[in-house]
């Protein structure tokens, strides 16, 4: 079965204590993404990367930090988390051949900062 | 002006009602437009996919791009209350894994 794993579920922090979120595909897909869902402003990614060693930033890439050292892998990392950055984080992976495209999101991870 | 917009509704139907949920966007670039469907405390599902303009189908969804006046639909046909979730639009230009979506239309279908 087609997965994309996130983990932690549901994290609950303090202030400037840096935590990373992982997330793993099991689809050998070359695209992953990063994503935070706030109500209101919809879904806006955070980073995406194409291959291994490359990433790019999305529109609200400020605070956070991610790395794609190989492919199935693409965590997330706040280095210093702040109340703004409490969220709902979803990863995804896709794929693009020609005409097709797939994609699939993680489960998701609530994110409390306080 | 948001680079793609989304009513956000909510729209509440009938069963059976024939659905249409729109976007419009700005950016000229935009050549793959994407339609998801998203259940309460789920990550979102991709639906639809359409590389630039016309229609495309599948089962009781069809999609539907107009470049020219930078309007995306979804027609969902014979609504069913499992239809019932937020759907969301996003658009990418060529050759990138850059989205952008918009903020969702939360959709009811009543038995």
């Known amino acids: 079965e087609a997965q994309v794993t996130q983990n932690p579920r549901y994290l609950i922090t303090v202030t400037g204590k840096k935590l990373t979120v992982t997330c793993s595909q099991n689809m050998n897909h070359e695209y992953m993404s990063w994503y935070r869902q706030d109500p209101g402003l919809g879904l806006r990614q955070i980073y995406y990367s194409m291959n291994v060693e490359v990433t790019d930033k999305g529109d609200v890439p400020e605070g956070y930090k991610v790395s794609r050292k190989e492919k199935r892998n693409f965590p997330l990392i706040l280095e210093s988390p702040s109340p703004n950055q409490t969220s709902l984080y979803f990863c995804?992976?896709?794929?693009?051949?020609?005409?097709?495209?797939?994609?699939?999101f993680g489960p998701g991870t609530r994110l409390t900062v306080t | 002006q948001k680079e793609v917009e989304q009513d956000p509704g909510p729209l509440s139907v009938p069963e059976g009602a024939i659905v249409s949920l729109n976007c419009t966007y700005s950016n000229s670039a935009f050549q793959y437009f994407m339609w998801y469907r998203q259940y309460s405390r789920k990550g979102p599902e991709l639906l639809m996919y359409?590389?630039?303009?016309g229609n495309k189908e599948d089962g009781r969804f069809t999609a539907q791009v107009d470049k020219s006046s930078k309007y995306i639909s979804l027609f969902i046909r014979d609504s069913q209350p499992s239809d019932s979730a937020t759907y969301l639009c996003a658009c990418s230009e060529y050759n990138t894994d850059k989205l952008i979506f918009g903020t969702g239309t939360r959709l009811q279908v009543f038995p």
């Open positions: 359409t590389y630039s303009s």
């Open positions: 995804a992976n896709s794929y693009t051949g020609g005409i097709s495209y797939e994609q699939y």
